[in-house]
């Protein structure tokens, strides 16, 4: 089975005693994860080293930052590259949230630069994509999706590609609460798998871990993750709740 995924994305909250107590109370039931099951922690960057001792070697729990620069290393102030994750041991790295696309200007090819910054330092990137509401009303989020994709991944070599995992957010669905049908995201989903088929042929695309991000909440995560192109999710504000987080892990397909 591919592997499946629950991400949890922080995003910026909290601080660091709430962090600490926040992790305890999610590993509390010591979950045990099969081979194929993967917990990510997508934290502020302050929090990296602190959710990554905590954490110690519970197999197949990671942490995961949520940006890095576009650039190498250099005059860029404030920012944080991934050579820098890499020398802090730091496995995964989200790229191309929604939040970073709308509110930072980030493009499809700046995104396809910290993709290949990242591969070249051994961290995965968890990339993200996703339509907002006017185009899902006009019925062009085939289009809009499958560009996102192109533009920021088909330079990849099938190696590399293998070694990305992609989270597919329709961005009218973060943090309202409305959540895509089962069969929406089903059927994005395979049309991901079926953009990524076309380049790279099955054996690769079969490969590729897709999640479903978007109000993924304790009440609905077996249902979604249960379609068979989903596998798993990127978790906003249900991961700041540790029973519920709990149970969203618990939904991961066994
Ligand atoms: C996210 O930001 O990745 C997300 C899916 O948020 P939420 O679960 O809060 O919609």
């Known amino acids: 089975m591919r592997k499946q995924i629950a991400?949890?994305?922080?995003?910026?909250?909290?601080?660091?005693?709430?962090?600490?107590?926040?992790?305890?109370?999610?590993?509390?039931?010591?979950?045990?994860?099969?081979?194929?099951?993967?917990?990510?922690?997508?934290v502020p960057f302050p929090f990296l080293q602190q959710v990554k001792r905590q954490l110690g070697n519970e197999t197949n729990y990671s942490v995961s930052a949520q940006n890095i620069s576009?650039?190498?290393?250099?005059?860029?102030?404030?920012?944080?590259?991934?050579?820098?994750?890499?020398?802090?041991?730091i496995k995964y790295c989200i790229v191309g949230h929604s939040e970073r696309r709308e509110y930072f200007?980030?493009?499809n090819a700046q995104l396809a630069q910290k993709i290949n910054l990242l591969?070249?330092?051994?961290?995965?990137?968890?990339?993200?994509?996703?339509?907002?509401?006017?185009?899902?009303?006009?019925?062009?989020?085939?289009?809009?999706?499958?560009?996102?994709?192109?533009e920021s991944l088909f330079h990849l070599s099938a190696d590399d590609l293998k070694k990305i995992v992609i989270a597919y957010e329709p961005?009218?669905?973060i943090g309202t609460g409305k959540t895509a049908?089962?069969?929406?995201?089903?059927?994005?989903?395979?049309?991901?798998?079926s953009v990524l088929s076309k380049k790279y042929g099955n054996d690769i695309s079969s490969l590729i871990s897709i999640l479903y991000g978007g109000s993924v909440k304790a009440n609905n995560a077996a249902e979604i993750f249960g379609s068979p192109d989903v596998d798993g999710g990127l978790v906003g504000g249900?991961?700041?709740?540790?029973k519920d987080f709990i149970q969203i892990?618990?939904?991961l397909k066994s």
């Not at 907002?132 to 996102?148: F, M, S, Y």
């Not at 049908?181 to 798998?193: C, D, L, P, S, V």
């Open 7 to 42: 991400a949890a994305n922080w995003k910026m909250n909290g601080n660091a005693q709430q962090a600490e107590t926040l992790l305890r109370e999610v590993m509390e039931p010591r979950i045990k994860l099969k081979n194929h099951q993967f917990v990510i922690f997508a």
């Open 70 to 89: 576009e650039h190498a290393s250099g005059a860029y102030t404030g920012e944080v590259s991934a050579e820098m994750l890499k020398s802090i041991e």
């Open 105 to 107: 200007g980030e493009t």
């Open 119 to 150: 591969l070249k330092n051994d961290i995965t990137p968890i990339f993200c994509c996703g339509e907002p509401l006017n185009i899902r009303e006009a019925g062009g989020q085939d289009k809009h999706v499958e560009t996102q994709v192109q």
């Open 171 to 173: 961005i009218w669905a």
């Open 181 to 193: 049908t089962t069969g929406q995201a089903q059927e994005m989903h395979a049309f991901i798998r």
């Open 238 to 242: 249900a991961s700041l709740v540790a």
């Open 249 to 251: 892990i618990n939904a």
